[in-house]
């Protein structure tokens, strides 16, 4: 089956600056790579998602790159806020095939941003 | 996302003690998971219906099984709770081949 890999697992940055949170996955076949953010007592909520016939979608501070060749695909945010500390999670999923369309989640990236 | 409610919200049961955990949708979506959460180890789905008449295992459906009442409810049970499966538990729901899921606030239940 699939196999998600999330790094870091925490990251700190300094309010207004970058952050990059990366996932490799292991099935070449995966074309669905959403990202999740999960706030203090709250599930996680979709922020993004790409396909695998896109190479970068943006919306708005928030990005999504994909490299199908090296199979790994990152979450960019520019421009931090407070209120973008949370946890996030990737996922992988092969889509378009009834009974696959199952998601294979990352471990999470704690995300601290520092005022 | 308030389409989707999880009761209880906090549990604490007893190791051996049978205990149901409820999700209701009015997103009038199809599909439906239950998702358990550990520290350091992300999402793992326990079980997965696409429709009321089709249940399907996840990766970790050992000493759970699933009910699904009708297309806006879908009930994990565990059997003889036991300590280790203390953990954060989610539902989730999506429609068709969408995948974008959306999840609910989660029960976080304690073995004791």
């Known amino acids: 089956g699939e196999n998600v890999e999330q790094h870091p697992s925490t990251l700190s940055v300094q309010e207004g600056d970058s952050a990059v949170i990366k996932c490799t996955y292991s099935?070449?076949?995966?074309?669905?790579f959403p990202w999740y953010k999960q706030e203090l007592g709250k599930g996680p909520q979709l922020i993004i998602d790409?396909?695998?016939?896109?190479g970068e979608k943006k919306d708005q501070r928030i990005a999504v790159t994909l490299n199908k060749t090296a199979k790994h695909f990152s979450l960019h945010i520019t421009e931090t806020q407070p209120e973008d500390s949370a946890v996030y999670f990737c996922?992988?999923?092969?889509?378009?095939?009834?009974?696959?369309?199952?998601?294979?989640f990352g471990t999470g990236t704690r995300l601290t941003i520092i005022p | 996302d308030a389409d989707v409610t999880q009761t209880p919200r906090n549990r604490i049961t007893k190791t051996g003690k049978r205990i149901m955990l409820e999700c209701s949708q009015t997103k009038g979506h199809d599909r439906m998971y239950w998702y358990r959460q550990d520290p350091g180890l992300g999402l793992r789905l326990i079980y997965y219906?696409?429709?009321?008449?089709?249940?399907n295992k996840g990766e970790i459906s050992d000493g759970y099984s699933v009910s699904r009442q009708a297309q806006a409810k879908f009930s994990l049970s565990l059997e003889s709770a036991i300590p280790n499966q203390t953990a954060l538990y989610f539902c989730a729901t999506s429609r068709g081949q969408g995948l974008k899921q959306y999840f609910g606030p989660g029960t976080r239940l304690t073995v004791t």
């Open positions: 099935d070449s076949a995966s074309n669905y």
């Open positions: 996922a992988a999923s092969i889509g378009g095939n009834f009974g696959n369309e199952k998601l294979t």
């Open positions: 219906s696409f429709d009321v008449k089709d249940i």
């Open positions: 790409i396909r695998s016939n896109v």
